[in-house]
C-alpha cells in the first residue's frame, strides 16, 4: 500500500481520535464570557457583539436544528459544532504535516521506501495529535466560540495553498487559488483570524512560479501583507465606505427607501465585475481575469453578512448597535463602539488632552438619513506626553495601574513615561506575560487554571523541572498538596517545546523554503 493511501486511512484514523476526545469532554451548556451570547444569537438567529459572525451564526443554526425544538439542547449543539470544526483542524493538519514532511524526505521520484513512508506518517500523526492535545486548542474546541471554526477555515487555506502548489503546473491548478479566496471571504463571517495566513500563502505562490532570493520572497510577503491590508480595509470597511454617497442620495434626494442606495452601488459594483471577466477572457488577460475571480469570490463569501442587516431589520431580542442601516453597519463592521486604539504613534495613558475633534455622522429618522453629532469624539494630545509604537495609552484607573506596575514605573502620575518604559510594559506583558505564556501552557505546563495577574501562584506556565520552575516562582516542593494534585496542574518538562525548536532547526537545514512559510504562518 502506497503512501497516498495510508495517509487516506492514517488522517481519518487521527480524525476519530480528536473526534472523539472533544465530543467526550465538550460543555454540556454555556460556559464563560462570550459563549453563551453567540450560543443565544446561533439559535434564535440574533444580532451580537460587532463584528459579528454571521457565517458562524448561520452553521450554529443548523447545528441547532438538530435538537428539534429541545432549547435544553441548543447550547450542546453548538459546542458540538465547534468540537467537529476542530477536529477536521487536526485531519487537515495532518495532511499539512505530511506535505511538509514530503519535501524534507530525499525521495526518488516520489518513490517513498516502507522506513520514508513509516516515517513522514509517524511524524505528521504526532504533529497532529500533540496540536489535539494542546491546552488552548482543546480549550477552545469544547465550546460555543468562533475560534475552532477560524481555525478550521485557517487549516483548509493552508492545505488548499499546498494542494495547489502540487499541482501548479497542471491546467486548471488556479482553481485551488479561488477556492483559496472564497474561504478567505466567508471566513469574514467568522473572525479576520484567517487573513494572517495571506502572507505565508504569497510565499508559497512565489517560491512556487520564481526562481527564489532574499529580495524576492520580501517583496512576496510585503505583497502579502499588502492584500491582507486591502481586503481588511479595503473590501471588509472600505466598500461599504463607498456606499455611503450612493445610499444618501437616493434617500435623502430622491426618496427612495432604505437600502435602495446602497444595493444599486452593490448591483453596479457586479456588472462592473462581469463586464471585466468577460473581456479579460476574450482578450486573454489572465492574470486580470484571475484578480477579479479572486474579487467576486470574496465578495460572494462576505455576503454572509447580510445575515445581520436582514435580521436586525427583524428587531430581534439581541440586536446589538441595531446595524439594520449602512451607517450603522458600517460602524458595526468599524467596532466604533470599543474607541480607537493607537498602534503606530499615538498617547501615553496620562497625556494631556489639547484638542477636541467633534465630527458629524448620520442617523436614520423616518424616511431620511438626518445629520447628528458623532458621539465618537476624537482627540489631540499634547506632543510631549506621545510616542512610536504606543502600548500604554488608555486613561482608566485599572489599566494606568497595570501599565506602571509592568512598566516599572515609579515617577510622579503627571510625568510622561519615557520610550523604555513603554518597551519594558510590551516585553514584560504583553510578550512574555500574555503571549509566551500562553504558549508554554501548551509546551512546557501549566501552573492551574486560576486567573493569573502576574503573581507567583496563579495562572502561570510551568515545566515541572524544579530548579527552572524555582528561578521563576519559588520552590515548587512547599506547595500545599491540593495545589501540587490538582487536576489542572500539568508538567511536560520542556519536551514538547524543545522537540518542536529542534523540529524548526532540522527543517532550517532540510529546506530553508518551507522553513520561511512555516515561521510566516
Known sequence: MGLKKLTTWASWIVFSIATTTYILTVEPTTSWWDCGEFIAAAFKLQVGHPPGAPFFLLMGRIFTLFTFGQEVYAALAVNIMSALSSSFTIYFLFLIAVH??????DAKDEEYSRWQTISILTSAGIAALTYTFTDSFWFSAVEGEVYAMSSLFTAVVVWCIFKWEEN??????????????????????????????????????????????????????MAGIALLLFIQYGIVQGLLTLAIPFELYFVNTLGMSLWSGALVYFALILLLIIIGLYFSYKYQKAIVNMILNFVLVILIGYSSYSLIVIRSLANPPMDENNPENLINLLAYLNREQYGNRPLFYG????????KSIKDSTYVFEKDAYKTIQDPNVKYEYDPAYTTLFPRMYSSQGGHVRGYRSWAYINSPPQEPPTFIHNLVYAFRYQLSFMYVRYLMWNFAGRQNDTQGYGNYDNGNWISGISILD?????????IPDFKRNHPSRNTYFLLPFLIGILGLIYLWNKNKNYFLITTLL
Open 100 to 105: 511538509l514532511f514530503k519535501k524534507i524526505v
Open 168 to 221: 501548479a503546473q497542471n491546467p486548471g491548478s488556479d482553481k485551488w487559488l479561488v477556492l483559496i479566496a472564497y474561504l478567505m471571504g466567508l471566513s469574514i463571517g467568522v473572525h479576520l483570524l484567517n487573513l494572517l495566513t495571506i502572507p505565508a500563502l504569497a510565499a508559497v505562490f512565489y517560491s512556487k512560479r520564481y526562481k527564489t532570493t532574499a529580495k524576492g520572497y520580501f517583496y512576496a510577503v
Open 347 to 354: 498617547q501615553f495613558y496620562n497625556a494631556p488632552v489639547v
Open 470 to 478: 524555582a528561578i521563576r516562582l519559588g520552590n515548587q516542593s512547599e
